[in-house]
């Protein structure tokens, strides 16, 4: 048996995510992949990005600080290769490339800044193929900060793939228009309208808050009711009480009603009555991509 050390840091809108995986490899058996550690920090660069055009002085300075404490994790950790990704809040700062090269100086982190396409692509990399049944019809949605991903399955194929700019810190500043709403809804619309039943998976860190909230077992869907029900349930709370009697983070109190919204709207045009929330996203992907290949170079060298 050999045991492997994998790194992913995930630099999304609402928070940048360090994710470390034992990757445990037995011959004759498949390759397991085990959560080591999870490290989140609630530096919110949506705020700046979507809102004055870059990423402010102070939180440039807590991603640095964030990086080294990262870096210096995954050695104490003994990882033995990472990937960091930045989305759509440094794709759209100004300055995201000039930060990007900053912290490669001051931490020896190396950053890439990738679009919807291949966060796409990534996320695709995990067990989703696992959770797709070939007889039925999915709409996949992975809400962040600042866009949603959607991609269409059929007969365990990706049908149609599309990313909007619409997120929860985007819509928390009420940066979308009715507009956004309007070209969201035609596109699913369009693209589910030949299928009878559609069943959504649901990934980002609000839906797998909203399960855990929710207290079913691990693979059990959420129903479209529950969900609208616990929107009306958020609403009626205040930011404070939602942190106090919810036991929310003070950054995910607040997101976790927009990222609501662009599910059950997901749900209502694409007529689906069930979401699946199988625990995945840009981090695990990270980590299986490095992962084969890794495996693809130790083959060429055989």
């Known amino acids: 048996m050999k045991i492997r050390k994998f790194a992913a840091i995930d630099i999304g809108s609402n928070a940048i995510r360090l994710l470390i995986h034992n990757v445990i490899e037995d011959e004759g058996k ?15 660069l949506g705020q700046d990005s979507f809102t004055v055009g870059e990423i402010s002085k102070n939180n440039a300075t807590r991603m640095v600080e964030a990086m080294k404490a990262f870096k210096l994790l995954m050695k104490v950790h003994n990882v033995e290769k990472y990937m960091a990704c930045a989305t759509s809040a440094m794709r759209e700062a100004n300055n995201g490339n000039e930060l990007v090269e900053a912290i490669q100086q001051k931490s020896g982190i190396e950053i890439e800044i990738i679009d919807g396409k291949k966060e796409a692509a990534i996320i695709a990399s995990t067990d989703l193929h696992l959770l797709i049944e070939k007889d039925k019809t999915y709409l996949y949605v992975d809400v962040g900060g600042g866009s949603t991903e959607f991609t269409i399955f059929n007969q365990g194929r990706v049908l149609a793939s599309k990313s909007y700019k619409i997120g929860t810190v985007r819509l928390l500043n009420e940066m979308i228009t009715e507009e956004i709403w309007r070209d969201i809804e035609k ?12 069943e ?11 399960f855990k909230m929710s207290g079913r077992k691990p693979g059990t869907p959420l129903s479209y ?10 609403k009626e709370l205040s930011y404070e ?28 045009w694409s007529g689906a009555k069930k979401i699946h929330v199988p625990k995945i996203g840009l981090s695990d992907g990270i980590i299986k991509l490095l992962y084969s290949l890794e495996k693809d170079k130790e083959l060429a060298l055989l």
């Open 30 to 44: 498949e390759t397991q992949f085990k959560k080591s550690s999870l490290v989140r920090v609630p530096i919110r």
């Open 200 to 210: 959504i998976i649901g990934s980002g860190g609000n839906i797998n808050k909203l």
């Open 241 to 268: 009480e939602r942190i106090s009697e919810l036991g929310l983070n003070p950054d995910r109190a607040d997101v976790i009603i927009p990222a609501t919204r662009i599910y059950l709207n997901a749900s209502k």
């Open 225 to 234: 009711i529950f969900l609208n029900a616990q929107y009306q349930f958020l």
């Open 187 to 198: 596109w699913i619309k369009k693209n589910t309208k030949d299928y009878k039943k559609v």
